[in-house]
């Protein structure tokens, strides 16, 4: 049906078919073609992400998917009752240049100057009301668990721990407040384009391709603390040279203010890989998908200790020191006694 879509409505014959990650893309000469359904976006979605592939792509990232008008010169095309977007990039080979943070910084450097009002998908200064309503909406999943106590594995560990990441969750709000009201934004601190959730995968698969479907707006310490959660849990043990890598090759472009040091740290500590796990457990039909993420939950509470002391050095850690940063003093979780 895809390539009937390419055809048909856009008059594109592609030569080859190419799986890229769970991406499906079709190449034309130098140029590769992803479809995508974008049936459940809205318009004024729709539109922001235009703006913002239009931006980056006028400024310089010859990386970024870019919108491409159909046979009826309209971006957005119907078949079959389903809404449909095309986008295109180029094909190059791979990047030289393996320091992501300083991929990152040039991103976001890029992403700053964009022009175009961006509403819908901004998230600038509003992570401690998304927070809160996460946590209530955990919290109600965790009060209804306790009530049926149905003996699952998963289960006794999302009720034995939850108290825990509640109250690390409230350090993350509380150190969100902290900053807004003790530290003055700079030009440092400008929104920018950012990521849902950053990873070293995002760009790093078989193609770097910078998808506008993966993007927000938000301050660049978003993308930094993800990268950075990320990190830490692929390498708990050996994870040091990597940070320190990332940290120069972004400083090296961008310098981060106290206040952007200051949210990479509230953004670690609000416990974001713990609830993405607990979410997923519960919209999962997969009983194999429920075992795997059973077992990342133990991990999780097994190793939150290690967690805690990354935390607890983190500054020194980044290579900023402690010193011009408050402190939160740590408790070991009571079920880890």
């Not at 078949?79 to 393996?98: A, C, G, I, T, W």
């Not at 350090?171 to 530290?183: C, G, H, K, P, S």
């Not at 990521?195 to 479907?213: A, D, L």
């Not at 993405?276 to 919209?283: K, Q, T, V």
């Amino acid at each position: 049906m895809s390539v009937k879509v390419l055809e048909n409505l856009f008059g594109i014959t592609p030569e080859q078919t190419i799986q890229d990650g769970s991406s499906v893309r079709y190449m034309v000469d130098n140029s590769l073609y992803t479809i995508i359904q974008v049936t459940h976006l809205e318009q004024e979605a729709l539109i922001e992400l235009y703006e913002m592939s239009e931006h980056m792509a006028k400024y310089g990232d010859n990386k970024v998917s870019t919108f491409v008008p159909g046979l009826n010169e309209k971006f957005l095309v119907t078949h079959e009752k389903q809404d449909y977007v095309l986008m295109h990039n180029y094909l190059f080979p791979p990047s030289r240049n393996n320091n992501t943070g300083r991929k990152l910084a040039k991103f976001h450097e890029r992403g700053k100057l964009i022009q175009a009002p961006i509403s819908g998908a901004n998230r600038v200064g509003q992570w401690k009301s998304y927070w809160i309503k996460r946590l209530e909406q955990i919290e109600n999943v965790w009060r209804g668990v306790v009530q049926e106590r149905t003996g699952e594995e998963f289960e006794k560990l999302f009720i034995q721990s939850f108290p825990y990441y509640l109250g690390l969750c409230e350090n993350a709000i509380q150190y969100v407040t902290d900053t807004e009201l003790d530290e003055e934004l700079t030009f440092l601190d400008m929104g920018t384009i950012c990521h849902q959730t950053f990873h070293e995968n995002v760009w790093n698969k078989q193609m770097e391709i910078r998808n506008p479907f993966d993007w927000v707006f938000d301050h660049p310490s978003r993308d930094i603390a993800e990268w950075v959660r990320d990190c830490y849990f692929l390498n708990s043990r050996s994870f040091q040279p990597d940070l320190t890598q990332f940290f120069r090759g972004y400083e090296s472009i961008s310098p981060l203010s106290i206040f952007s040091w200051r949210l990479v740290y509230a953004r670690l500590l609000f416990p974001l890989h713990y609830f993405s796990c607990i979410e997923d457990y519960y919209l999962t039909s997969s009983q194999w998908t429920q075992k795997q993420l059973e077992e990342r939950l133990s991990r999780y509470l097994r190793d939150a200790r290690d967690y805690e002391r990354f935390l607890g050095n983190f500054y020194q850690l980044a290579g900023v020191g402690q010193e011009n940063f408050p402190a939160i003093d740590w408790l070991v979780p009571s079920y880890l006694e």
